[in-house]
């Protein structure tokens, strides 16, 4: 049992933190808000040379043969001051797949540049009707000769607006909602019969929604074997919910820290309100929970790398339950003890609270993983 | 990181559960499993048990009895002894008055005490509460005046837990009482059966059972030579002390025995025909105390793997009282939920009416109810992280 960093993990932190304090403070996020990709190809570029979307990947792979918990960690710093660029949707979900299922071709053709900073990828595997379930997929794909066809709708795919290319996730066979028969292609962003369509998140981060209106792939795109991910995608997913536990975590302790210091100095009735007790026992619940987040956060990243499915499901399930039910009582509160300036836009407490639900509703939300956790076979047994 | 025990950290668990499997008798086990109340003898007996094979006091240091064990292995033991269901021990003497003398005590008190505390030879109680003294601890008015060599002690505590079977009581006293009240109060040692003046009358609890006493002192002469550490730095002794008392109360181990008494109700009782563990709504009950307590679960490990290397107790400890003893009052609750009608029965029942099991979760239910006040309220506990932790203005 030990939760130290090792001296590498504090010195990436500290440069990734020097960065989002230098380069990309919130009025860069601000600046980037509502622009045609919402996030600067430089920066990613510059996240790419430090290494830090490379680090957690196999060497093999050209990456740095680090743990999940190096994400996290990233993402944490990242977290603190919305920096927009896609590591969520491009190196833990789509770059988690690659790098799993792809074979060496496919990983040097998407993955590879992805690493450097130069390319960015997307996920897209949530439809209108599909609410959580992953298997719940009406997009086809169609083998016609050597290749596929794909056909249907995707949406919230993030980063899918400006994806140089996409994992798609389509049914060769079986009926929506089946377990079997889901496969994995790799589209590029600009195939014919693709069409993106921006999206606006209220957190003011751009997803896509993708119609493929008979995109064809050549055999060689499909990624994995035919008709088997969703035990894979299930495992990127997972990722996903660890990762938007660790970016949240930066939000949450930002939403603590400057709950805290606007208390100390705001003053009304002739004193600073954090005087007033019930103020003070609401910041004392809000501390309380953004150390239980960290602790599940921390779970989470650790356990999302466990070989065993049902053990990684439950902590997953458990921290994310944590992040929106603990991970809530912060955020509202924040915004609470700010009073009315909180709903102003020009506050950053807006935004933190926005962006933290975002990630409160991506991969599944609480209830989605109370009814999961229940679901697996080790809850008939003993208390975990 | 890393979460798992290491090959030796493993190999040492095996050993204390295969001991504890062995050395626990039976009808403790049977008991503790059904939540039973222990009478004094049976804690005792288990005591005996443990202070044989020298594990009554893993945290003392070994040169006065302790185990010599770190803090990884304490941990690992503790969650043994609840995971056996093996009776608790009285904490009073052990992991409060025992610590208190080993840290100030004189080589006198220390010969003369601790010996027959690890032993169980001598039951402790603590003598802090008063009528009016209860959140607001340092407005306590026992008085205790010189005399000679002794301390004359007039006035009353109260909430006393077990002072009708203690031995000894050690109580915070006012030795000064023109100082500011922090700064008056001396911490004394007193037998309470042998010293004339001193009076325990016993009174019930909810859950039923007489662990509370009202300790009344009129004129009852103490040697000086029993109070611990210098005369007025009582209050900063104490205060060390209660905040040890708090991250043992958060009880998170014996949460996982709650989750566990749940299951076995869950299987049991019915509902729709069916098995309530079948029924989907309690099924997310039960998942979200479950996710609670592994919750907390993570930050009591983040605790302890700090402790382990020796680092002060980061912010993450000063939570667990709070949230600790919170998630035990709502498993509690649910198990309570789980019964049904079946929960409102009182354990003096007929065990023919009802299962053991069931005849004791009410008195739990009702007794749990404390630990969100005693060992410092949880009102209080805030109150001290938004003070020394977040640096809140006072008002
Ligand atoms: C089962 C049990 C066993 C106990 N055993 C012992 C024992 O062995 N020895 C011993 O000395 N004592 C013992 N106690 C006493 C215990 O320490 C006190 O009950 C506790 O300190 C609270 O004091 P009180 O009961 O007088 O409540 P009060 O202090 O009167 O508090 C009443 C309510 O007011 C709240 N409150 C008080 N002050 C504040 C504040 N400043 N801000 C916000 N809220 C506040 C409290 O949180 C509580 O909710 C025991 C208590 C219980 C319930």
Redesign the interface.
Known sequence: ?????TEEQTMMADAVKKFVVNASPVTRFRALRGTEVGWDRKAWATMGEQGWLAVAFPEAHGGYGGGF?DNALILEQLGHSLVPEPYIPSVVLAGGLISRLGNTAQIETFLAPMLEGRTSLALAYAEKQSRYDLADCETTATKSGGSYVLRGTKVWVLNGHAADAIVVVARTSGASRDRGGLSLFLVDGDAPGLRRLRVHGMDGQSTALLEFAGVEVGADRLLGNEGSALEALEWAIDRGAAAACAEAQGQLSELFTRT?DY??QRRQFG??I????VL??R???M??EV??C???M??A???VENADADTRK??I??AK??LQT?GWLVQESAVQLFGGIAITDEQDIGLFFKRVRVLQGLFGDADYH??R??SLPS??G??? | MDMSYTPEQIAFRDEVRAWIAKALPEHLRCKAENGGHFELEEILEWHKILAAKGWAAPHWPQEVGGTGWDVAQRHIFGEELVRANAPTLSPFGLTMVGPLIIQFGTDEQKKRFLPKILSGDEIWCQGYSEPNAGSDLASLQLRADKEGDDYILNGQKTWTTYAQHADWIFVLARTSPTAKPQEGISFLLADIRNTPGIEVKPFLTTGGTPAFSETWFDNARIPQANRVGPENKGWTMAKALLGHERTSIGGVADSARWLGVIRRIARDARMGGKPLMEDAAFRRRLAKIEIRYRTVGMANMRTLAAAQLGHAPGPESSILKIVGTELQQEATELAMDALGHNALGWFDSPTDAMPEYQLWLASNFNYLRAATIYGGSNEIQKNIISKMILGLPQA
């Open positions: 049992m030990n939760f130290e960093l918990i805290i208390i100390k004193r600073p954090g005087a007033f007790q003070q026992h910041a004392a619940d501390f309380a150390e239980l960290k602790g599940m921390i779970l990243a650790l356990q439950a902590a399930s458990s339950v944590q603990g109370v009814d956790y229940q809850f008939e003993e208390a975990a």
